[in-house]
């Protein structure tokens, strides 16, 4: 007699009737969580908590990248009472953060915990007596040892993060990052705000340097919910946009990195290229940054001919002056010297802290939603994939330097496929959205830093009741902490621009 499996399966951008999400014991729910991330290709996507009328029930959705399928399940804890639950960190470390998360919000505690601390000191935590001024920064007593902190105000432009550097003399033995200083309580905003436009337009400003990705994983999310099915072309428009997204992205930081090396010349260049890359999208869409861009079942702004012909144009130049320079820069002895087993994080710490995108990609890690969860015109075009081995700063800046240079050729590819906007779908107009009542949804999108998750849960009025984001900064400041170790301090500026994680994504 077979029996039941104790998890439902679904694609990625996949709906399920909420009476159809099965609900475990903890036993059981520790012991389907420890076998599925034992078996090869599989990872933790969203494990999170959310408020029942009595209970607070903790959803777990594990991706199966060779069969690209998420298994989805839960289980109940009391809401009413102090909830102690066996730690799954301890054997499964990348759930660590997970872990942290829920009970930061809802006050359980995950016994044996290996770093028990706060994530970001949300709004809505448990505990509001947890401040972030007394925060539990890791300490070593030494009379050699010293610490220098950095921030969460900074001398430039940028946003507010603490960094707290342990040292022995200028080696750091220990870098612990805090970014909890602007908690906008983004997922409550999308049960609040009550119109699809403002929602929209709240999706495209989670992490502003990617607008493009998370507002898809949004416009996707509400399509399935909705029963919506868009047109081969209207996905293949928001592709192609992704992807100039992520060209103009890691053009801006091949172009940062050179910054903090002083080679002038190489970030002029790459400055220069990402320009005319983010004025086309404006002319597109009226905006840089690709806002206004996708909507739900359609778009304002339809690709047509001229465009396309604008576009080939475009990457012909950009490629053109992009290939020399790139050569020249990873030929010099002197960016070698700089990047070159400097900030090296290997494949099996990678694996440990749950590292995703393109931090992952830069240590032998295939992390790539585009293969292993196909979206939008992925499910019919496949982009050319690429892994290094190295996990150091010149492997992340390599790695975008080869995904510039195969997005180019996509995006080309795709501009020469897609015909003249005869028919272009129009968005949804707000009364005609209806979404499936008391149904859970989730939807991978990979942005340029990695694997951006939405999960969303309505009520039986078909309302939105829960809203869940998952920005890939989540998984990777981590490894940005583990690449200053037995370095000098003087070597973070250079790490932390070849990573450029997001502050606001962490800090929702």
């Known amino acids: 007699m077979n029996m039941p499996q104790p998890y439902a399966t679904l694609p990625n951008q996949g709906t399920l009737p909420l009476k159809e999400l099965p609900v475990l014991s903890y036993s059981e729910f520790f012991q389907t969580v420890s076998h599925l991330l034992g078996l090869e290709g599989h990872h933790c996507v969203a494990c999170y908590g959310h408020r029942t009328l009595e209970n607070i029930q903790i959803i777990c959705c594990i991706a199966d990248d060779l069969h690209h399928t998420i298994k989805v399940f839960s289980c109940l804890a009391e809401g009413n009472r102090l909830v102690r639950l066996a730690s799954l960190a301890k054997t499964h470390f990348p759930m660590h953060l997970f872990e942290r998360e829920i009970a930061e919000n809802f006050g359980i505690e995950f016994m044996y915990h290996p770093w028990p601390k706060p994530v970001r000191y949300a709004w809505n935590r448990a505990d509001k007596t947890q401040v972030i001024n007394n925060y539990p920064f890791y300490r070593i007593d030494g009379n050699e040892l010293h610490e220098v902190g950095v921030g969460p105000i900074h001398a430039g432009v940028i946003e507010p993060g603490h960094f707290r550097f342990l040292c022995n003399g200028e080696t750091v033995l220990h870098l612990e990052i805090q970014l909890g200083w602007q908690h906008r309580g983004v997922e409550a905003l999308f049960l609040e705000m009550p119109s699809l436009l403002q929602r929209t337009i709240l999706s495209e400003s989670i992490a502003g340097d990617t607008a493009v990705g998370h507002s898809l994983a949004f416009v996707n999310l509400m399509e399935s919910l909705g029963n919506i099915t868009v047109p081969e072309e209207l996905e293949l428009e928001r592709t192609m946009a992704l992807e100039l997204e992520r060209i103009a992205m890691h053009l801006g930081d091949l172009g940062n990195v050179n910054i903090g090396m002083a080679y002038q010349l190489a ?154 906007a005869t028919n272009p779908s129009s968005p949804i107009k707000e009364m005609d959205l209806k979404l499936m009542p008391d149904t859970f949804c989730i939807s991978l999108v990979e942005g340029w830093r990695g694997e951006i998750c939405h999960c969303a849960i309505t009520n039986d009025r078909g309302e939105l009741a829960h809203y869940k984001i998952k920005d890939p900064s989540f998984h990777n400041w981590m490894a940005l902490a583990l690449s200053l170790r037995d370095l000098e301090i003087s070597d973070f500026p250079i790490n932390n621009k070849s990573y450029n994680l997001s502050y606001c994504g962490f800090d929702l």
């Open 267 to 420: 970030s002029s260049v790459f400055g220069t290229l990402r320009t005319p890359l983010i004025n086309y999208t404006q002319t597109w869409c009226g905006n840089r940054f690709g806002k206004g861009l996708n909507r739900v079942g359609g778009t304002h702004y339809p690709f047509n001919e001229e465009l396309a012909k604008k576009l080939v144009t475009l990457l012909d130049k950009v490629e053109e002056s992009f290939s020399p320079m790139s050569e020249r820069l990873f030929s010099l002895p002197s960016f070698l010297m700089r990047a070159e087993t400097i900030g090296r994080v290997t494949e099996k710490q990678m694996r440990l802290i749950g590292a995703v995108g393109m931090t992952a990609r830069a240590a032998g890690i295939p992390s790539d939603i585009r293969q292993s969860h196909p979206f939008a015109a992925y499910k019919r075009y496949e982009i050319d994939h690429q892994t290094l081995e190295q996990g150091d700063v010149w492997a992340r800046m390599m790695l975008r330097s080869l995904e510039v240079k195969d997005s180019i050729r996509f995006v080309r590819e795709l501009a020469q496929r897609s015909g003249p």
